[in-house]
Nanobody, 128 residues
């Protein structure tokens, strides 16, 4: 069973950048597809980005496409989310998640139900 711990959140001005990290412990990191989700107060958890087991496929929500970049380093058991040109509407708690399923399409990658393990989240606040 993999354990996930996010870091890198914080307060940033609109237009700024942040890099989130997700460290995985236990389990074999390279056997999991990984994703980032976020949840703002009063909203449902929403998909942000996902990456396949060896990084060959990536998927992004339309709201972050061109601004965010997901990557992974299997040698370091780590997942990353580079967030550029941040907007106030990006404010949320960001969660990383691990899935034992193959991510063969956007529909599967973006579904929270496909993910088996979740981190505790890291807060990102973007001020206007």
């Amino acid at each position: 069973q993999v354990q996930l711990v996010e870091s890198g959140g914080g307060l940033v001005q609109a237009g700024g950048s942040l890099r989130l990290s997700c460290a995985a412990a236990r389990g074999t990191f390279s056997t999991y597809a990984m994703g980032w989700f976020r949840q703002a107060p009063g909203n449902e958890r929403e998909f942000v980005a996902a990456i396949s087991r060896i990084g060959g496929y990536t998927y992004y929500a339309d709201s972050v496409k061109g601004r965010f970049s997901i990557s992974r380093d299997n040698a370091k058991n780590s997942l990353y989310l580079q967030m550029n040109s941040l907007k106030p509407e990006d404010t949320a708690v960001y969660y990383c998640a691990a899935s034992q399923y193959y991510m063969r399409s956007y529909s599967s990658a973006s579904s929270a139900a496909q993910y088996d393990y979740w981190g505790q989240g890291t807060q990102v606040t973007v001020s206007s």
